[in-house]
């Protein structure tokens, strides 16, 4: 069931942005992102960027040692959210990117919230043209295991994620 909540033009446009990976200058390399969590605005109709809940890639190796583990101590533990996160990992064959869709939805978030969260995931996923994976994590243990991320990525011919072998 749709919830008639919108998505805001600003989430559309971070999605282009992390989604087109043209060569560019090493300063705009720095200035991608890495990890954006998307929310519900206050008054629950529009999905917005979450302010301040971003990694870029010039923060890893400066102020963020592991994005992936970055990236999940930005999930609020009692409150859904919706997040893209640009996955560089190693299969035996080659390095890839590649960016996944995460609903989280942890269990002691209130369930007003994660009903409403729930039924507005297509409103945002059919913004989100092209992305390949898609993963709905209801608790930190799902997601602070980087397997789990590996086994959507690809299953057993992945080999590291984000420099770290599994």
């Known amino acids: 069931m749709a919830s008639g909540v919108t998505v805001n033009d600003e989430v559309i446009k971070v999605f282009n942005e992390m989604k087109v990976r043209k060569s560019s200058t090493p300063e705009e390399v720095k200035k991608r992102k890495k990890a954006v969590l998307f929310c519900l605005s206050d008054d629950r109709k529009k999905i917005i ?3 301040g809940k971003q990694i870029l890639v010039g ?4 102020t963020v040692d592991d994005p992936y583990a970055c990236f999940v101590k930005m999930l ?6 919706y997040c893209l996160y640009d996955a560089t990992y190693e299969t035996r064959e080659s390095k890839k990117e590649d960016l996944v869709f995460v609903f989280w939805a942890p269990e002691n978030a209130p369930l007003k919230s994660k009903m409403i969260y729930a039924s507005s995931k297509d409103a945002i996923k059919k913004k989100f043209t092209g992305i390949k994976h898609e993963w709905q994590v ?6 602070q295991d980087r397997s789990n991320l590996a086994e959507k990525l ?3 011919v992945v080999v590291s994620l984000e420099g770290k072998a599994l």
């Not at 923060?59 to 400066?62: Q, S």
């Open 138 to 143: 209801n608790g930190l243990d799902d997601i």
């Open 154 to 156: 690809g299953g057993p």
């Open 76 to 81: 609020p533990p009692m409150d859904c959210r």
């Open 49 to 51: 960027v979450e302010e």
């Open 59 to 62: 923060d890893i190796g400066e």
